[in-house]
T-cell receptor
């Protein structure tokens, strides 16, 4: 069965600092992996997805993630944090092979201080 | 703009009193999903429709039902809400079920059970 584990429920960075949000996956089939962002009182918005093409995936708002099969990881990074990046971030894996029903991690809240 | 709309944004119901949450979409997508998101937890898939085909997750309680009378609308019915059903309920859509059909989320309905 597919699952994802997000390491760290809260991450705090200063504006301009590197953002690193960690996600490890478990999957019995080649995984399709996603990162979503959720702002307060809003739905989830897709940041980026990995679908077995390039292992380094670029998304919106300057975020990117690297798929590392040897580490079963799909960590999300951004070189320089902005105040507007403060939100909750969810890593997700496709429930079935190539399906769109997703299994989400518990989320990581990113705080950005000035 | 094409979108996924959930009404109401906030719903209060009494313990044991049936409640219905609604979701509409102008995207003409084939698939509609309902997720339950409890505080500080991952969104959890309850069920989804592919056109008229209903797919229930194995661990979704019988207390939760869904209807999709047409392409645009999907309803979540909670027959006898308990205190443990208080959560944010997220509706999402996708054009198909491949990974190139990303999920589009509504802003959610926050349900309070008194």
């Amino acid at each position: 069965a597919q699952s994802v584990t997000q390491l760290g429920s809260h991450v705090s960075v200063s504006e301009g600092a590197l953002v690193l949000l960690r996600c490890n996956y478990s999957s019995s089939v080649p995984p399709y992996l996603f990162w979503y962002v959720q702002y307060p009182n809003q739905g989830l918005q897709l940041l980026l997805k990995y679908t077995s093409a390039a292992t380094l995936v670029k998304g919106i708002n300057g975020f990117e993630a690297e798929f590392k099969k040897s580490e079963t990881s799909f960590h999300l990074t951004k070189p320089s944090a902005h105040m507007s990046d403060a939100a909750e971030y969810f890593c997700a894996v496709s429930k079935g092979q190539a399906g769109t029903a997703l299994i989400f991690g518990k989320g990581t809240t990113l705080s950005v201080s000035s | 703009d094409a979108m996924v709309i959930q009404n109401p944004r906030y719903q209060v119901t009494q313990f044991g009193k049936p409640v219905t949450l609604s979701c509409s979409q102008t995207l003409n997508h084939n698939v509609m999903y309902w997720y339950q998101q409890k505080s500080s937890q991952a969104p959890k898939l309850l069920f989804h429709y592919y056109d008229k085909d209903f797919n229930n997750e194995a661990d979704t309680p019988d207390n939760f039902q869904s209807r999709r009378p047409n392409t645009s609308f999907c309803f979540l019915d909670i027959r006898s809400p308990g205190l443990g059903d208080a959560a944010m309920y997220l509706c999402a859509t996708s054009r198909g079920q491949g990974v190139n059909s990303p999920l589009h989320f509504g802003n959610g309905t926050r349900l309070t059970v008194t």
